[in-house]
């Protein structure tokens, strides 16, 4: 796959004395749907605004399938731009806030078909003749989409597309997004704060925080091996536990448990990271704790989620969170409040988190 | 009970004044303006007269001399046309201003504010005489071009149609500026990136996206400019000379010099009925549209 159609190269951004991003340098594939994560203030919606030509960058460049976009206005630059508030014009009907950015190069005839053609692949013909203001949140998404859609960008960019829906419409429009995006095979940047979100959506990600990108991969890459504290931290639930060498294993002060990796270690003294769902949480009657890699521990909080259960557990001084998957439709298979159970994890379950 | 009378006398208490300051005068107007003129003291005959049982003396001569002769007319559209120019002005500087300023940060915005309203602290009289003083023969915009030897001889820049432009436009200027600036304030700028985002540069994006969102704050502030400039008289009188004679003029000479008040009152009125009646179908009009078109 051509690595190389967004080339994002060494960009920086400066808003008087504060710097917004510094140094950023990215490769986006042609057709990949690609997720800017971070929390605000991270600089990843002034990243977006400077691929779309809104804000200059202070130094680096941007190349566009082999062009260079950095002086373009937006207006010369062969992408467009979602806008998390969606921009819709107000004084137009949902016909010609779709034909906006086509009346010039277009006779009549070619702009209904290409409407017409962009409504359908929406469905969103029945809506033309309306007006802005009469539309729900979720019609004007797909209008401001259309409007975009319907210029064959090479880039579609898109700030915060599903912040402004309420959550059972987002999960839908998520799928349709990816659905879309996978047919029409057109390269998207998205922007989000939203963690779910952005794993749902993403066929790679990138996590900003001050300006930086920390780590740019696979959602499940990221999820299951974060390589930093932050990342571990910021995606998904995680136990983070210190632990230093002792003898022949790794032993914690906080668990006060012996840790058995599978690898060696360069440094003494580290962070692991233990996901809540490769605990295994059995009763104490069963079996013994072993020597490594196990606990027992009392049960402090229970959160029942239908599909799984959360559990709140404490050992020493460390609450550990687990998450145990409820395959028995009996409710009684769930521990109550208050009881000691023994909590197990593979060796290849335990991360090392480098920095 | 007390409060609803209260409310109710609060809310109708602008009708009121309406109604005494305006609609009483207008209908003394127009019964003047249908009187029978004559030498003495008012200078007309009542209407309703009583001595030889009772007789309705009202005459349409008034309107026949005003409409006849086409120095009232010619000054009135003198005055029309000194409104639409001075409007138009008014609007190519107040425009970009107005949009610049509800564009700016919050503190710049203030400071830029309350220099618009600046003048308003200070007497209208005396700023339109300091005109004066700039622009006569030996004013300090001559002297300025003199030595910089632009010119020879003073320019005669007092006295014109020009300097009653300049003298409304400077005048008048806040009163388009502020409405404009309560609309714009209000404009969505992402609008703007999206228009340029689709591909229309800065002027189609004006004319498509900036002009029609704006319309609304164009007609408040040009029709606040326009409505007084047809009758203003102070700064044609001031600052004009005797090349153009504008309406405000005319009906001041009617009722004061000539003595006239009958022929006054008929100019009076119907320089209201010109200019009221396609201003009232014109809102209407408009209304029904910006209801269309929902801005």
Redesign the interface.
């Known amino acids: 796959m051509d690595n190389n159609f967004l080339v994002i190269e060494n960009i920086s951004k400066s808003f008087g004395d504060n710097k917004v991003l510094e140094n950023i340098n990215l490769n986006i594939s042609k057709s990949e749907f690609f997720g800017l994560l971070g929390s605000s203030g991270s600089g990843k919606t002034t990243l977006l605004r400077i691929l779309?030509?809104?804000e200059k960058p202070d130094t680096g460049r941007v190349i566009l399938d082999g062009m260079d976009i950095t002086n373009l206005?937006?207006?010369d630059?062969p992408l467009?731009?979602m806008?998390q508030?969606y921009?819709?014009?107000?004084?137009l009907n949902v016909f010609n806030n779709l034909a906006?950015?086509i009346k010039?190069n277009f006779t009549q005839k070619e702009i209904e078909i290409n409407v017409r053609n962009i409504a359908e692949l929406l469905s969103i013909e029945h809506l033309l003749n309306r007006?802005i203001?009469q539309l729900s949140g979720g019609e004007q998404q797909r209008v401001a989409l259309g409007?975009?859609l319907i210029?064959k960008p090479k880039l579609l960019l898109l700030d915060e597309p599903l912040a402004a829906l309420d959550k059972k419409l987002r999960s839908k429009t998520q799928l349709e997004l990816t659905t879309l995006q996978k047919k029409l095979k057109i390269t998207f940047v998205f922007v989000t704060h939203d963690q779910e979100e952005a794993m749902s959506l993403s066929d790679r990600m990138a996590i900003m925080k001050n300006g930086l990108i920390l780590e740019c991969s696979s959602p499940e890459e990221i999820y299951e091996n974060p390589k930093s504290l932050y990342t571990a931290n910021f995606i998904g639930i995680a136990n983070i536990i210190e632990i230093y060498k002792k003898d022949e294993n790794f032993y914690s002060d906080d668990l006060g448990i012996n840790f058995k990796l599978n690898k060696e270690l360069k440094n003494t003294k580290t962070n692991i990271l233990l996901r809540p769902e490769k605990i295994k949480i059995q009763s104490i009657n069963n079996l013994k704790t072993s020597s490594f890699n196990s606990f027992c521990g009392e049960i402090l909080e229970k959160s029942y989620l239908g599909s799984f259960t959360r559990y709140e557990i404490k050992i020493k001084n460390m609450i550990i969170s687990v998450l145990d998957q409820n395959f028995n439709s009996n409710s009684n298979y769930n521990f109550p409040k208050g009881e000691k159970v023994i909590c197990s994890w593979e060796s290849e379950s335990i991360k090392v988190l480098e920095d | 009970m007390k409060n609803k009378l209260f409310e109710k006398y609060f809310v109708f208490s602008p009708y009121f004044w309406l109604v005494l300051f305006f609609f009483i005068p207008l209908a003394i107007i127009f019964k003047i303006s249908i009187s029978v003129s004559e030498w003495g003291m008012p200078p007309y005959q009542d209407i309703f007269l009583f001595d030889n049982g009772f007789k309705i003396n009202t005459t349409f001569e008034n309107y026949v001399y005003i409409f006849s002769d086409y120095y009232y007319i010619g000054s009135f559209v003198n005055s029309l046309i000194l409104a639409l120019i001075s409007t138009f002005f008014c609007l190519l500087i107040g425009f970009p201003l107005a949009f610049y300023i509800a564009t700016s940060n919050i503190r710049l915005r203030n400071i830029l504010l309350v220099l618009v309203v600046i003048p308003f602290w200070s007497s209208f009289l005396l700023r339109v005489y300091a005109w004066k003083i700039i622009l006569q023969n030996n004013g300090i915009l001559n002297v300025i071009l003199l030595n910089l030897g632009i010119t020879s001889e003073p320019l005669q820049l007092l006295y014109n149609q020009y300097a009653v432009i300049m003298g409304i436009v400077y005048t008048y200027l806040p009163l388009m500026i502020l409405p404009l600036y309560g609309y714009l304030n209000k404009f969505d700028l992402n609008l703007i990136e999206a228009s340029k985002d689709l591909g229309l540069n800065r002027i189609k994006t004006f004319f498509k996206v900036i002009l029609p969102l704006s319309v609304p704050g164009i007609v408040a502030g040009s029709l606040l400019v326009f409505i007084p400039v047809v009758g203003e008289f102070i700064i044609p009188e001031m600052l004009g000379g005797s090349d153009r004679l504008y309406y405000g003029k005319i009906l001041w000479e009617e009722f004061f010099v000539n003595r006239n008040w009958p022929g006054a009152s008929a100019l009076a009125f119907s320089g209201i009925i010109i200019l009221v009646l396609p201003i009232v179908i014109f809102q209407i009009l408009y209304s029904r549209w910006s209801q269309k078109n929902e801005i």
């Open positions: 779309g030509g809104f206005e937006p207006f630059r467009n731009y806008f508030s921009a819709l014009f107000p004084h906006f950015g010039e007006r203001k409007r975009c210029k």
